[in-house]
């Protein structure tokens, strides 16, 4: 049977291709671009597939396939460069003709003899390859794993919406009628356009709490008034036409809304704001009690859309959290899959949700 899968899927089979091809990571920098001095040389890639693992050890100019500690097969480097470049190549042309799943039957057969039986490696929920790399600066050779996000297909999300990711805002000063005036709204806005309601009655929203005890206190162990902050962020987004992080992180900072002590330019909102996304893309999920050790230990490979990849290393953690701030955006999911943008009833107060999810912009 055919192997199949999505462009995202295909990245990950790319990028063990390219990288053992290049033989070498580079550092990438808060707009996708490579910094040519910083550099990681790859000792091997290890997989784990249905049939056991595998090592793929650089050699000078060849891979040596090892599995149970015996070595299986042996390939020159420029077979798997080649392979990439087919990889993307396919890729490409099958995104052009639109197809959403689709196979690549040399790509399949060269695998095979690698011995890769699947498109997605066994990894745990953040990790999609691990990589044994030589660390010039230690020089170590520290085990890492990495989260693979591609460009080649669909902005993926960092932090995914759920039920869990409302953030309650507590409505004071409406009436019932004006409760029913407001959730009558059902523009193509809605959301929006009900805030705007809102206010124009007379109304005031004053953040409670989240939905979730256990993403209310992710946050508060990563930071004590980082509810607070995010809602803040969130009521930004939903009552303007702001959606990237930087700029609403930006916004706060000239309003600061939490009244930090501002006398000298500390930047509290972007600091924290950094803080979370650095969690949720290594390893806090919302509905998982987060214990603050990483996941993702090495940091986010990035396939860029002509194919190039960069390394967000933690080892360059000033450039990882740039990049994150600098490249992701609030979203707005399904108000009926998650239950929020209406206003209900709760012992006996009122109170109206907003929703966390965070994309990266393409």
């Known amino acids: 049977m055919a192997i199949t899968g999505n462009v995202g899927e295909w990245s990950e089979i790319y990028t063990l291709l390219k990288l053992l091809g290049d033989q070498k990571l580079f550092a990438g920098n808060e707009n996708l671009e490579k910094i040519e001095k910083i550099f990681y040389p790859i000792i091997s890639i290890l997989r784990t597939e ?23 097969l042996k390939l020159p ?13 396919k890729i490409n042309k099958k995104k052009q003709q639109g197809a959403r799943t689709f196979s690549i039957p040399e790509i399949e057969s060269f695998m095979t ?6 498109l997605k490696a066994g990894s745990s929920a953040k990790t999609d390859i691990t990589i044994v790399i030589h660390d010039p600066r230690t020089n170590n050779t520290p085990q890492l794993g990495f989260s693979i996000k591609s460009q080649l297909g669909e902005a993926s999300t960092l932090l995914n919406a759920g039920k869990t990711t409302n953030f309650k805002f507590e409505l004071q000063n409406l009436t019932p009628p004006d409760v029913l005036e407001v ?13 705007n309601k809102i206010k124009e009655l007379g109304g005031n ?3 409670s709490k989240l939905s979730s005890n256990i993403f209310n ?9 980082l509810p607070n902050i995010i809602a803040e962020c969130l009521f930004t987004f939903y009552t303007s036409s702001n959606s990237k992080l930087s700029d609403i992180v930006t916004i706060l900072e ?4 939490l009244n930090f002590d501002k006398s000298y330019s500390h930047l509290f909102y972007t600091y924290k704001i950094k ?64 239950d929020f943008g209406a206003i209900y009833e709760e012992d006996g107060d009122f109170y109206f949700n907003l929703n966390l999810q965070i994309r990266f912009i393409k």
């Open 205 to 207: 929203l004053k953040f």
């Open 50 to 72: 249905s049939n056991g693992d595998f090592e793929y050890v650089l050699d000078k100019s060849l891979v040596l396939v090892n599995s149970n500690g015996n070595q299986i």
């Open 254 to 257: 000239e309003a600061n809304p």
């Open 217 to 225: 206190n992710n946050l508060i162990l990563i930071d004590s008034l």
């Open 77 to 89: 480097v420029k077979d798997f460069a080649e392979k990439a470049l087919q990889t993307i190549s």
């Open 113 to 118: 003899k690698i011995h890769c039986s699947s």
């Open 275 to 338: 803080k979370f996304l650095t969690d949720a893309a290594l390893g806090m999920m919302p509905s998982k009690v987060w214990t603050g050790e990483y996941d993702a230990t090495g940091g986010y490979l990035v396939v860029k859309e002509d194919g190039e990849l960069l390394c967000y290393h933690l080892y360059n953690r000033n450039e990882f959290e740039n990049y994150l701030l600098a490249n992701t955006k609030f979203e707005t999911a399904s108000s009926t899959r998650h």
């Open 183 to 195: 959730n009558g709204i059902n523009t193509r806005r809605k959301i929006i356009d009900r805030i």
